[in-house]
């Protein structure tokens, strides 16, 4: 007999794929196979049409123009091309002619923002990381401080995909708009989950990716904005000049109608998609709260997405807790390095101590997410923090009142 399932509480890593996504893909396997560069017969212009109905529902969901859409493999890609593409073209250096140029990005944006960054600082950029506040917010004021008459791009993601915090991304863009500088932002976890519109947020590029909205893996899409500014790229890859020449290769025509369909899904349900969302998160952070001592809600209290709690607790063991809740799938505050677990670099960066970054859970909920499953992961959680804190010679002194930080201890 198969072990029950975990209650799926991972969302912000990937997405189960709407069946109504799948439904739309599956003629494009097998019976509408043209390739969508094929323009002498009817199978490329059948491919062609799905492709750019596809680019229609993408740019609906964010305020663009079609034109403006350029197919990725996924975020990760959509990032390198966007970072990389324009710190390439537009490099200058202080005297605005010659050099390279300086770029601003945080210290908790996500891996595929960090890297393409720190490959720019060894091509000869000087990249700025700010240091995020303990509510984990970067604001317009943050990035202003760090501008320099050689700024050229500002990459700040819309929502982070381990706290679920919201930077200031509309006002970083009017500041952005005003000194001519190009602001990229990575949106994976925002784009399809909260209203969008890249006019009037005077966002330049956005990247964001088809697994996280309940579409397939390996396709996403970049925003390019063509008008007021226009945008230009250095592309990554040569080739067939496909995508007005920023991305060769023959298009996922499959992946880009699946993506096209989960784009115009989220469009449509969003409103009522959060808003439960929200309340089954709230429930989750409230009654844990209330149940359990020593309880930390990780990053700012309100400024952040409806459907991700990342939740500390004291005087557990982060492994030993994941081992006691093997009936949800989730995340934790640790990351596995090459032999050890190492506290996640986001929740460091706010200043959450290590312990306190390991005991860490992030229960992301999407669109399957049930009230009973919420029941059940609060009762799990409540009881394995409590079976480890019952062997916690440390829990007791807490409980006794005895301040931690005054005791001497031993040394071995
Ligand atoms: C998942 C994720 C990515 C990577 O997206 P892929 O499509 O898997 O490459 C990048 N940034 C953020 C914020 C993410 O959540």
Redesign the pocket.
Known sequence: MAAKRPIYMDN??TTRCDPRVVEAMLPYFTEKYGNSSSRNHAFGWEAEDAVEHAREQAAALIGANPKEIVWT?????G?NLAIKGAARMYAKGPDGTTGRGHVITAAHE?K??LDPCKRLQREGFDVTFLDPPADGVITAKAVEAAMRPDTILVSI?WA??EIGTINEVPEIGRLCHDREVILHT?A??WVGKMPTDVERDHVDLL?W????IYGP?GV?ALYVRRRKPRVRLEALLDGGGHERGMRSGTLDVTGIVGFGKACELCKTGMDGEGARLLALRRRLEVELAKRLDVVKVNGHAERRLPHLANISFGFVEGESLMMGIKNIACSSGSACTSASLEPSYVLKSLGVGDDLAHSSLRLSLGRWSTDAEVTEAIDSIVKAVNHLRAMSPLYDLHREGIDLSTIQWQAH
Not at 73 to 77: D, H, I, R, V
Not at 209 to 212: E, W
């Open positions: 912000a890593s493999s996924g975020a990760t890609e990032n996500h595929a923002v993601m982070n995909n990575d994976t976890q990247s990716s088809g697994h996280k893996k996403g």
